[in-house]
């Protein structure tokens, strides 16, 4: 299954990775590393993730489990959508 990465979601991946990059010294590329291997994974198996409970909409997320970011994702007409990429420690969870 196709996967794609809205606006919003993009933004978001490039403001992390520049961070990254400019603050993990040792592992500069992990973030965008584990994010391309999770876009792949998705691909192979779109029922990866959990159920994440948002109003009426049919939301899953995926942890990213070394860099500690979310995965946001919905799909939408054989496809899975990225609506957003959410730090696992911020306590809450993004506006969707």
Known sequence: MKVELSAEAHAQVEKIDAWWRKNRLVAP??????????????????????????????VRRMLLRRTRYHLYFIEQKERLFTVAVWSAYRGRGPKL
């Open 29 to 58: 590329e992990m973030f965008i590393t584990e994010l391309g291997n999770a876009l792949t994974a998705l691909e192979e198996m779109p029922t990866l993730g959990t159920r994440y409970v948002v109003g009426t909409k049919n």
